[in-house]
């Protein structure tokens, strides 16, 4: 609040808008938010409004100031860019492939991010046909299809490669892509051929066809001598790697070979 509008008492300012927004548009600013106790400028532990990104733009709407408007042009630009999509869903693939080009992916490792992505939707949806709530439980599942063919969790491998609220497959190496698509596909072949319906029936399918990447990666590594699972990543370079690197190197030297490689020079 104090950086978009200058204002030498922010909580007042705050105060006052919420008072404003509420008489003139009817909005309840405060509704969007949560108190949590964090440190005061005095030292002590005092409740401050809190809120999630989405709603911290909500916010961000109601501030009559020269510095928000760059962000409100960017959220108008990207809700005409979410209508485009929601008209012609290609153009939501164009703009990730451009995302990735200037993140300065290869044309090779997109075309199979995007075949991957493909195949996780195939299996998600079988899912949900199939009495999978999207949400909690289709976490349990991707997580134990990824356990099972990684010999780490979700949480170990986006460790493994230092990284906090990031999407792990947009870290991943080509060769992490091809092993997480074959065990995602054979999981849901296999749920396909025995009809499996509910948690207890798709966690023995996701189980076998974890199993089956797992396979295919070991004799892989034992001809390579090289692991497939990696800490490497897409992060900046003057993004330093999470402190958490001496227990997830250890987590990779528990996988198959026992020495960890590095992964492919990043593209």
């Known amino acids: 609040m104090q950086v978009l509008t200058d204002s030498e008492n922010a909580r007042d300012y705050w105060f006052k808008m919420k008072q404003r927004v509420k008489a003139e548009d009817g909005a309840e600013l405060s509704a969007f938010c949560r108190q949590l106790k964090l440190p005061a400028a005095d030292g002590k532990q005092r409740e401050t409004d809190c809120a999630t990104a989405q709603s911290l733009l909500r916010i961000v709407q109601s501030i009559p100031s020269p510095k928000a408007e760059p ?36 044309d090779k490792w997109i075309q199979q991010r995007m075949t991957g992505q493909e195949t996780r939707n195939k299996l998600t949806d079988y899912w949900s046909e199939h009495g999978i709530e999207k949400g909690r439980e289709f976490a349990i599942l991707t997580n134990l299809i990824h356990q099972e063919w990684a010999g780490l969790s979700v949480a170990e491998h986006k460790e493994a490669k230092g990284l906090t609220s990031h999407n792990l497959r947009d870290h ?6 091809i092993f997480t698509a074959l ?19 798709n966690k023995t399918a996701a189980q076998a066809g974890g199993r089956i990447a797992r396979q295919a990666r070991t004799q892989l590594e034992s001809q390579t001598g090289q692991s497939v699972v990696t800490g490497d990543n897409y992060l900046p370079p003057a993004a330093p790697k999470a402190a958490k690197a001496p227990k997830a190197a250890k987590a990779l030297k528990a996988i198959p070979p026992a020495q960890a490689s590095k992964a492919p020079k990043k593209p």
């Open 172 to 177: 991943m190496s080509e060769a992490e892509l």
């Open 183 to 201: 065990a995602e596909l054979s999981t849901r072949q296999i749920a396909e051929r025995h009809n499996a319906t509910g948690m207890a029936e």
């Open 71 to 106: 962000i409100k042009l960017w959220l108008a630009k990207v809700g005409y860019e979410r209508m485009q999509e929601m008209a012609d869903p290609a153009q939501a693939l164009e703009r990730a492939r451009q995302t990735w080009q200037q993140q300065g992916r290869s």
